[in-house]
């Protein structure tokens, strides 16, 4: 069983930065592919950003050329780097993993495939 642990969230104003980790655990060392997602109050979820085995990664639109998403497989945490936020980046944020050896960062920016899922971590950014 896989557990997943977000932590970092807080309150930034607008422009700040704010680095979410997410810590693995379980009887898998690690999962082929990770993700972050978020939802705002009365919004639908939406991906953020995913990364595989091999550190390709995808992003959505809105947050591109701003977040980062990296792993540290030694540590088995993800990360999710974000920088120049801004208020529409409110959002309780969720780290999820797809344990598919074959999985793409696509299909799980979509939501596809998910087979954990982590408590969140609430971020609020003030204008």
């Known amino acids: 069983q896989v557990q997943l642990v977000e932590s970092g969230g807080g309150s930034v104003q607008a422009g700040g930065s704010l680095r979410l980790s997410c810590a693995a655990s379980?009887?898998?060392?690690?999962?082929?592919?990770m993700g972050w997602f978020r939802q705002a109050p009365g919004q639908e979820r939406e991906g953020v950003a995913a990364i595989d085995t091999a550190a390709a990664t995808i992003y959505a639109d809105s947050v591109k050329g701003r977040f980062t998403i990296s792993q540290d497989n030694v540590k088995n945490t993800l990360y999710l780097e974000m920088n120049s936020l801004k208020p529409e980046d409110s959002a309780m944020y969720y780290c999820a993993a797809d344990r598919y050896p074959l999985c793409s960062v696509s299909d799980i920016l979509r939501g596809n495939g998910i087979d954990y899922w982590g408590k969140g971590t609430l971020v609020t950014i003030s204008s």
């Open positions: 379980g009887y898998t060392y690690r999962t082929p592919c």
